[in-house]
DNA sequence: TTAATCATGTAACACGTTACATGATTGC
DNA sequence: GCAATCATGTAACGTGTTACATGATTAA
């Protein structure tokens, strides 16, 4: 229920129509959560019939109106016991989903030589994602500007960024090392 | 479409029931792609109308009859070309997912102590998992006994086992880090 | 002899993805 | 004046999760 509650928590910082929701989303929580937009429109109308969020319809001139959502009373209530319960979700988020190690899992099928290039292909993306993220402190800053509150609440920010570079960097060393063994194996193989 | 190129991975190994099928995925691959029962099962039926497997009826006693699942020739030309067109899924899998980090992302409305216990519950349920994962080694040797052309196989079965190790070591290093940062600050302020 | 678990599945619902629709506004 | 994109969504389908059903066999 993790989208549910990313938008609990967006909107915990103010009113926002589907659309705004959906813009903050991909700037901030997409890193570690990605959703679709027509998926947000959707859990809104979930939320909405739980009692969650109400809205408030805002004509436009030169636009289409828009729906102004916000939290009820209900809504915050849900949004700290989903934060304080933490056992819920850590169990789910120690789980890896990975269909690139599912192909590294077969790739015995594959010759040595397609093997290592998979390996290789992964390792490029890893960089760059790496590289991209060395932007987010930047748009971290830039973002907390723009809510009160903001000392503690980057702290955190700050800390999901972090995460992401200790993330990265572990993949690229593995991928890296990965790409050792194998052509160190098959070197061996034609030294024999 | 992870889920059905893991069966045709394992149905390449040789023809099975969906209830094997099931305890053959949850050794291996349900470390980095889970899936229910049931899903299996209709992934199954699926992949049958798509003439990627067919199933032969085996009639038991004492027992439930069971369908044995095997390759069809076009279930293998899918199987190799998933495996051999990289590309499609690493985009995919350079995504990150987890309710464990939006927490963190949130956990500026929590009290320090509060935030810092979600962290360390995190922490501990990494360490945990860790010391699991030493395990798998024993279970990959086990399992390779089992199928001809082990050698080769096994050799990238222990590529996605180091993967695990190197994952959850840098989960470990990130979560201590954490920690390290939210009490250091917390003192501080005590002492300002 | 009762509880666990083996071996097979089905049904319903929740969540995620892809494709499309509408009409205004802005940039070239 | 034409293309891009802003701002709002809907519809259909694919994938994942939860809960349940059946009857045999094995272990305490």
Request: hydrophobic residues 35%.
């Amino acid at each position: 229920m993790s989208l549910k509650h990313g938008i609990l928590g967006l909107l915990n910082y103010g009113s926002m129509s589907g659309y705004e929701l959906n813009s903050v989303f991909k700037e901030s929580l997409s890193f570690f959560w990605s959703a679709q937009t027509s998926q947000i429109y959707r859990e809104l109308e979930t939320m909405e019939k739980n009692g969650w969020v109400e809205n408030e319809l805002v004509i436009q001139e030169g636009r289409p109106n828009k729906k102004l959502y916000s939290l009820t009373d209900e809504g915050k209530t849900e949004y700290h016991n989903w934060l304080s319960n933490s056992e819920s979700d850590i169990e789910n988020s120690m789980k890896i989903r990975s269909a690139f190690l599912m192909r590294v899992f077969f790739a015995g099928e594959l010759s040595d030589e397609d093997a290592i290039k998979l390996i290789e292909d992964y390792l490029k993306e890893c960089l760059k994602t790496a590289e991209r993220l060395t932007l987010v402190e930047g748009v971290i800053d830039g973002f907390s500007t723009l809510t009160q509150n903001a000392d503690k609440r980057s702290k955190y920010w700050k800390l999901t960024a972090l995460y992401g570079e200790a993330y990265y960097t572990a993949e690229i060393t593995w991928a890296k090392k990965a790409i050792e063994i194998l052509r160190g194996e098959k070197d061996e193989d034609v030294n024999n």
